[in-house]
């Protein structure tokens, strides 16, 4: 890269003869090349920062193996919703190295990251219309993946999108607000059908629908992707609290037309690949939020709050076997579980994109183009998120989702 960038310059071509008799000098002629050397380099640099007004860029690496000095945006945290954010900035700005975005992130093997031990679900079925919005957007993101992060001379894209639907099922006493969800989801564009007890039984007859008096089953653009494959391409009230996943085994479990299940009791599962593997969990009530201060996993909470909860739905998992799992963090707004979008009320630099209580992979791609919207363009322009912003919690006025999991 140096040579490259030094043998086109005529400055740098004058010291070429002086560099082959270097071996054959003298101690005080190699002390004279080097200060000339340095001489002409500063000159160089110089020369190259003026002859680009308005810009303090140095073609000189002052910082070897360091962030670049300068930058025009730094994003704190590089998962996926960091990373979002830097790729829509940069498109927006069309010009290459016109906008220079320096993204920070403390664990850059994303071993402990939240997005790469997340379950990868992806869904439009909530409450609010600005979460529907942002997960329609992000599904026809990724059912498009190569329209974007398409790279030459590599291999399609594939984030293994699995289009299985998500399925809710709600008990007589919360049926009502499935209904109303439902009329929400369909007022802005999701794909959506409501089931009876006896049509969720036809259509999944290894169900157990004893106590279920509703059932919201997703179309299209739901369903699960790998996480890692998308997070490689691209304050109090927002804590990190440690969600156990559970790999189990069942051969003789649902099949193919398996969707992502929530269940009313707050237990959730899905297919995972072929030959009767299962991702399943639930989270903890806030009382009993396990220790974060590791990722130990806790396999007596799949034995007391899961097994049986699991086992009740789907009658076949009474024979299951855990084959593995692990555990991953979780942030998580404890105001009203939204994501907190938006400029600092006080520092008018410092933007907010953070506390989506585990809906921030699956919203990353619109989220990332709202806050490269609201940096480069001073607002919204594709999907209206003010809802989000930070001034309702200095209000006191949350907003709720009422479909959280």
């Given at each position: ?28 002629a ?13 000159a ?14 140095s ?9 670049p ?42 071993s ?71 009329r ?28 279920v008096?509703?059932?919201?089953l ?6 699960w ?27 003789d ?23 009767g ?27 007391e ?43 008018p ?25 609201l940096?480069?363009d ?28």
């Amino acid at each position: 890269m140096w040579r490259k960038l030094f043998t086109s310059v005529p400055a740098f071509r004058a010291l070429k003869a002086p560099c082959r008799s270097f071996k054959s000098s003298s101690r005080g002629a190699e002390k004279d090349f080097f200060k000339d050397l340095d001489t002409q380099l500063r000159a160089f640099r110089d020369k190259a920062a003026a002859a680009m007004p308005g810009s303090d860029w140095s073609p000189i690496e002052l910082t070897p193996g360091l962030p670049p000095e300068r930058a025009d945006v730094v994003i704190v945290g590089g998962g996926v919703v960091g990373w979002s954010i830097a790729y829509w900035l940069k498109m927006k700005a069309r010009v290459r190295d016109g906008l220079r975005v320096l993204v920070v992130e403390k664990d850059p093997t994303y071993s402990q990251a939240s997005t790469v031990l997340s379950c990868g679900g992806i869904r439009q079925q909530f409450s609010l219309k600005e979460n529907i919005l942002l997960s329609l957007f992000s599904a026809h993101f990724m059912k498009n993946i190569n329209n974007h992060l398409w790279v030459v001379n590599e291999d399609p894209v594939d984030l293994q999108f699995n289009h299985s639907g998500y399925l809710f099922l709600a008990s007589e006493k919360s049926a009502h607000i499935m209904e109303e969800n439902y009329r929400t989801q369909r007022y802005v564009g999701a794909k959506v059908v409501l089931l009876s007890p006896s049509q969720l039984k036809e259509r999944f007859p290894w169900m157990n629908t004893e106590g279920v008096a509703l059932a919201s089953l997703g179309l299209e653009n739901e369903g699960w992707f790998t996480p890692a494959k998308l997070c490689s391409l691209i304050s109090y009230i927002v804590p990190i609290s440690s969600r156990f996943v559970y790999v189990v085994h069942c051969p003789d479990g649902p099949g193919l037309d398996t969707p992502f299940l929530i269940d009313y009791s707050g237990v959730y599962c899905r297919r995972e690949g072929l030959g009767g593997n299962y991702i399943t969990g639930m989270s903890p009530e806030e009382t009993e939020e396990p220790d974060i201060s590791n990722l130990d996993v806790d396999h007596e909470f799949f034995q007391e709050k899961v097994w049986h909860r699991l086992a009740h739905r789907i009658p076949a998992f009474e024979q299951l076997k855990v084959s593995s799992a692990w555990a991953g963090f979780y942030d998580y707004n404890t105001f009203d579980q939204n994501g907190i979008i938006g400029l600092h009320p006080l520092v008018p630099n410092m933007y907010f994109a953070t506390g989506f209580s585990g809906h921030g992979l699956q919203q990353s791609p619109a989220v990332g183009l709202a806050v490269a919207e609201l940096i480069l363009d001073g607002g919204y322009k594709t999907i209206d998120l003010s809802a989000f912003d930070l001034k309702r919690i200095l209000l006191q006025e949350p907003i709720q989702e009422s479909n959280i999991v």
